[in-house]
């Protein structure tokens, strides 16, 4: 699936893994545009970023005020009476009178900055974003309606606040990003990588020989580029989705197919598969394929017990990991890899 240039690319039958892609150019200084290919993002929070977001917090929790004790408890955060430090926050409005103004202050600007994401991924989860209000007179399929809707402040204050913090991050070029459901945050992806992530997923999906490929890719595309990343998962789930996507390929007759004997079984026949890539075919390509696979699963450190302790799979692994997994499905779904034809 082709990136559109300032426009999107829709994903239609893989639920969760997104529904729709944007391209996004982040914002460059001038000292940096002659310099790196690519905008370097920022990991951690800056002082300028922290600052920005407190303040959009405190608009975001102005109008939701009955969430602050949801968010407090799901982020297990100090509670007004117990926090030492409230009062003494910088830039925090003066004119708080209620209760509720009181917790809204606190939850803004004394929440500990490494704990904003948290906050900020739990605020969005709880305000599931709505649709502008109707405006008499002007059809709902009229192109400008978002144009219009915002100009005239029609469009609903979650829809805006979500536009507002998705800018913020963008021109702090903070590695968190929205995600494509704006229901929490994730980490930033490079929309090409991205997009051949949505295009993988896809074709897996539409394809029933591929099984459950498409979603095994999805969750461990979540689970490496999660606010919270979880590698360990994010490799497995790579594991799988390859097991599902080469199963009907390679072992369509072994019902406990997995990866490891599926390399087995092109390592032991190698003569027999070939690559369908340029004029003339070749098993140069399918010895390829078993080393990306062999790769992968030798790869997985926490795969099994023993008697010498087992290693986690970082998250630089699990990433490289996933987009291994992309560029094996493509093998599988596409149907480069087959079995050359049998002589007369």
Request: proline content about 6%.
């Amino acid at each position: 699936m082709a990136v559109v240039a300032g426009g999107k690319a829709r994903l239609h039958r893989v639920p969760g893994l997104y529904r729709e892609h944007v391209k996004n150019e982040l914002w460059r200084p001038l000292s940096e545009r002659s310099g790196t290919p690519a905008p370097t993002l920022r990991t951690t929070i800056s002082r300028s970023l922290e600052t920005q977001l407190r303040h959009w917090l405190f608009r975001a929790m102005e109008a939701e005020q009955q969430l602050a004790d949801r968010i407090t408890l799901r982020c297990d955060l100090k509670e007004l009476h117990s926090c030492r430090a409230h009062g003494l926050a910088e830039d925090e409005p003066e004119d708080t009178e209620t209760q509720e103004d009181l917790d809204v202050v606190h939850l803004a600007y004394c929440t500990p900055a490494k704990q904003l994401p948290d906050v900020i991924d739990t605020w969005l989860d709880l305000t599931p974003e709505t649709t502008p209000k109707p405006i008499p007179g002007l059809a709902r399929s009229n192109a400008n309606f978002d144009l219009f809707a915002s100009v005239t402040g029609y469009l609903m204050p979650r829809a805006r606040l979500r536009r507002d913090l998705q800018q913020l991050l963008d021109d702090a070029r903070s590695t968190y990003t929205l995600r494509p459901d704006h229901r929490g945050l994730r980490h930033r992806v490079d929309p090409t990588v991205e997009a051949l992530a949505i295009a993988a997923a896809t074709s897996a999906s539409n394809d029933p020989e591929r099984g459950s490929a498409g979603a095994h890719l999805n969750r461990a595309w979540t689970a490496a580029y999660a606010l919270h990343p979880d590698p360990v998962k994010a490799y497995s789930e790579t594991i799988k989705a390859v097991e599902a996507a080469a199963h009907a390929t390679v072992e369509p007759n072994n019902r406990k197919a997995t990866l490891g004997s599926m390399i087995k079984v092109l390592e032991n026949t190698r003569a027999r598969w070939v690559v369908g890539i340029g004029h003339a075919p070749s098993s140069n390509g399918a010895e390829t394929v078993e080393r990306m696979m062999r790769l992968l699963w030798t790869g997985q450190t926490s795969r099994h017990g023993g008697s010498h302790p087992t290693r986690d799979e970082t998250l630089a692994e699990a990433r490289a990991a996933v987009n291994l997994a992309v560029a094996l499905l493509s093998f599988f779904t596409d149907g480069l890899l087959y079995q050359a034809p049998s002589a007369p």
